[in-house]
């Protein structure tokens, strides 16, 4: 979740800027996944992160991803 946090804070100091070149990732997750299972996957990780769940306890839900 640093990336998350980084984002975050960089938003309090700078506008967000959209890069003027497209950006290629992994499908990987969203495939394997699925799209919704993945979406909210990633939602419960963000209000866990805000309610204060430890890192480490975070990193679990991430196991069985990679």
Do not use: C, K, N
Request: aromatic fraction near 10%.
């Amino acid at each position: 979740m640093e990336d998350v946090e980084l984002s975050r804070r960089l938003a309090r100091i700078y506008a967000p800027a959209r890069p003027s070149a497209h950006v290629f990732t992994s499908a990987r997750r969203w495939t394997r996944r699925g799209i919704a299972r993945t979406q909210l996957r990633m939602w419960a990780l963000r209000i866990a992160w805000r309610l204060g769940v430890p890192p480490e306890t975070l990193a679990g839900f991430y196991a069985d991803v990679r």
